[in-house]
């Protein structure tokens, strides 16, 4: 072990020597628009909080009941001894939501991804996939054996070359993000699936950071691309906008999702979902349904940070969405910039490779609906000062 640790110590070196070591801070409260750390109470703009759930009153009531009806845990997986009327009322749940006939669960929406290829697919069949794609649909891509074509991020017409080039294969399914993590662009959703009628394809989505809370209803990337009954299969998660504790799912057809419980790996060979993210995600959706005001109120601080962030001079990417990149390019000054923020009080991330690509580092932000005006009033103010003092605006 010596020589294999001397390794890993120079690999860990160098990740600090180019200023992209990732690390962890430690909260002391719960998720929420304000946040304990031991720098002090602090403001949160970097969390997938985007609805505020986490720490809901409702959502908590939920959980408590649950733990006390349900138990804690199934020990198991589902086709054992691990499934209980309220994983199937969830998966009911999630499907009218989504407008498709039936939902599976599983441990997060990377396992979904993860035990969806080579579940449907083989050697005959091509997957077409956006070269910005997440990483759970690169690595759920990888274990099957089909052939791999991959298009130039959002750009239709290299995807129609794609799937020109994949007719050859017995089935063609286009996978994509809904919405970009890194970027918080959307996928042109609707052009995609006129193309997939074009060329008979299947269309994939990972609506991760677009369900509960994008479109108008809270229905993704999907509703607001005017494209919902037009794509086939969805994978998300539970563990962002819906609560924030773990689980995803997919949701697609009768026939595909029975399939999936026959033979998709993560949910054989994973334990179920806790009964209690279960109920309370059932809360959760539920309170979505009821709560359109959430949405309102998300979409309007949205637009109130991106006004105020770009005027103060600030180079951020384009959009609607929630995720607001403020792009620095350089690793070094993400990490320092975000160290600094912290200490004015605003908690976010620098972002840098390998989670993003070399000279396109940045801060991500993350808006919620549970920030007044005055928390983004004092984000603002604090990225000017940061900004002024290190360079990044005049």
Do not use: W
């Amino acid at each position: 072990m010596t020589d294999f640790l001397e390794t890993i110590r120079n690999e860990l070196e160098s990740i600090h020597a180019v200023g992209v070591y990732k690390d962890e801070r430690i909260l002391l409260s719960p998720q929420q628009a304000r946040i304990r750390t031991k720098h002090g109470e602090v403001l949160n703009f970097c969390a997938n909080n985007y609805l505020g759930l986490a720490n809901h009153p409702e959502i908590l009531e939920a959980a408590r009941n649950a733990l006390d009806q349900y138990g804690y845990g199934m020990s198991s997986v589902r086709f054992i001894c691990g499934t209980q009327d309220v994983h199937k009322q969830l998966e009911k749940s999630v499907a009218k939501f989504l407008g498709m006939e039936d939902a599976i669960l599983y441990s997060s929406c990377f396992d979904a991804n993860g035990g969806l290829f080579e579940t449907l697919l083989t050697e005959q069949d091509a997957v077409i996939s956006d070269r910005l794609n997440h990483a759970s649909i690169i690595d759920g891509v990888r274990l099957c054996k089909v052939s791999r074509f991959r298009y130039n991020h959002a750009d239709m017409n290299h995807l129609e070359t794609q799937l020109k080039r994949a007719q050859k294969n017995r089935f063609r399914m286009i996978a994509t993000d809904g919405v970009f993590s890194m970027d918080g662009d959307v996928a042109p959703i609707k052009e995609i699936c006129e193309l997939a009628k074009r060329y008979q394809a299947i269309v994939m989505v990972d609506d991760s950071h677009a369900t509960g809370f994008f479109g108008a209803t809270g229905r993704g990337s999907i509703e607001y691309q005017d494209a919902l009954g037009e794509v086939q299969i969805i994978t998300s998660t539970f563990g962002k906008a819906l609560g924030g504790a773990s689980g995803g799912f997919t949701a697609a057809s009768h026939e595909l999702v029975s399939l999936l419980r026959q033979r998709s790996r993560p949910y054989l060979f994973s334990n179920s979902l806790s009964p209690v993210i279960a109920a309370t995600t059932l809360k959760a959706i539920e309170l979505i349904a009821h709560s359109p005001d959430l949405i309102r109120k998300l979409q309007d601080n949205t637009l109130f940070f991106r006004k105020e962030i770009e005027e103060a001079g600030f180079d951020i990417r384009p959009g609607s969405h929630p995720i607001i990149p403020i792009m620095l390019g350089e690793e070094h000054l993400a990490k320092t910039m975000a160290d600094k923020l912290l200490a004015e009080g605003v908690y976010v991330i620098g972002f840098s490779h390998p989670v993003v690509p070399r000279g396109q580092a940045r801060i991500r932000v993350q808006i919620s609906a549970v920030h007044e005006r005055e928390d983004i009033d004092q984000a603002v103010a604090a990225f000017q000062k940061i900004g002024r003092e290190l360079g990044v605006i005049t």
